[in-house]
Nanobody, 114 residues
Framework: QVQLVETGGGLVQAGGSLRLSCAAS????????MAWYRQAPGSQREFVAS???????NYADSVKGRFTISRDNAKKSVYLQMNSLKPEDTAVYYC????????WGRGTQVTVSS
């Protein structure tokens, strides 16, 4: 069984930065795509950024130029550097990993005050 643990969320003022981390544990034979999603109150979960095992990276238009996703396969971890945060970035951020099947973390709260 694979478990994902997100850390790094918190409260920050608009314009500030946060770095989210997600570490996978358990038996992983092949680590595929890794991604971040978020869900704001009253909204559906939405895609934020992803990175494939081949190095392809994609971002939602709303975070391009402000967020950077990276991964460390040796540590089975994925990161999200978030800069120039806006109040509309406030959400619970979820880590996603494909390792034979899809796995989700429990989420970490990010709150950006104006």
């Amino acid at each position: 069984q694979v478990q994902l643990v997100e850390t790094g969320g918190g409260l920050v003022q608009a314009g500030g930065s946060l770095r989210l981390s997600c570490a996978a544990s358990g038996t992983i034979f092949s680590l595929g795509a890794m991604a971040w999603y978020r869900q704001a109150p009253g909204s559906q979960r939405e895609f934020v950024a992803s990175t494939t095992s081949g190095g392809d990276i994609n971002y939602a238009d709303s975070v391009k130029g402000r967020f950077t996703i990276s991964r460390d396969n040796a540590k089975k971890s994925v990161y999200l550097q978030m800069n120039s945060l806006k109040p509309e970035d406030t959400a619970v951020y979820y880590c996603y990993v494909w390792a034979t099947k899809a796995y989700w973390g429990r989420g970490t709260q990010v709150t950006v005050s104006s």
